[in-house]
């Protein structure tokens, strides 16, 4: 419960501070190209709140240096051109806070990458135990091959060749083309797992 409260509560702050820094990024500033970074970071920070991924204690600590950043973004539209020390001592604040805000997408985006690979982990175990583990999960799924499959045998032959340096191999052509086709004989093939 306190986790929506939290989430709630960054959301409608992130929303406040994005709102500041479209503004100020339209507007002539020393810190224009500044506030259109933290602008569009804040753009990010916001689509993260509403799916609402954020952990209690992340959110917390993110909800501080909003405040912190709506506050010096607060002063930093204060500052005039006239005045080379403030510019400086508030740029450099600017830099801390946008690193900041990175550190945080980049470690809830950590968080849901590490969550997804669990996910996938856990169907591939069970795919593993519906198969019962003496076959191909591939090839317990495959739908039958046509009887007669022409001219497949060069394009097969590459995608096996790249199979060989890369983990990951996108077959792309327009429909009907024989994708599905080439990648149930790849799954069929006795050195292909």
């Not at 709506?70 to 001592?89: G, M």
Request: glycine fraction near 10%.
């Amino acid at each position: 419960m306190a986790e929506i409260v939290i989430g709630a509560a960054a959301g409608v702050a992130a929303q406040q501070v994005w709102e500041l820094l479209k503004k100020l990024a339209g507007a002539p500033s020393e810190f224009q190209q500044q506030y259109k970074r933290l602008e569009i970071l804040w753009g990010r920070l916001r689509v993260m709140l509403d799916q609402q991924t954020s952990r209690e204690t992340v959110a917390e600590d993110l909800l501080r240096e909003m405040e912190r950043g709506r506050v010096l973004i607060s002063k930093c539209s204060q500052v005039r051109h006239w005045n080379p020390l403030k510019r400086a001592i508030y740029s450099k604040g600017l830099e801390e806070l946008e690193k900041t805000i990175q550190g945080f997408i980049g470690a809830e985006t950590l968080g849901v990458v590490l969550e997804v690979k669990s996910s996938i982990k856990a169907m591939n175990c069970n795919l593993e135990k519906v198969v019962g583990g003496g076959g191909s999960v591939a090839a317990a799924a495959l739908p039958p091959l046509p009887a007669e499959v022409f001219g497949i045998e060069e394009p097969l032959g590459e995608v096996k060749r790249r199979l060989r340096t890369h983990r990951v191999v996108c077959v792309c052509g327009i429909g009907g083309c024989g994708k599905t086709t080439l990648a149930n004989k790849l799954c069929r093939e006795a050195d292909i797992k």
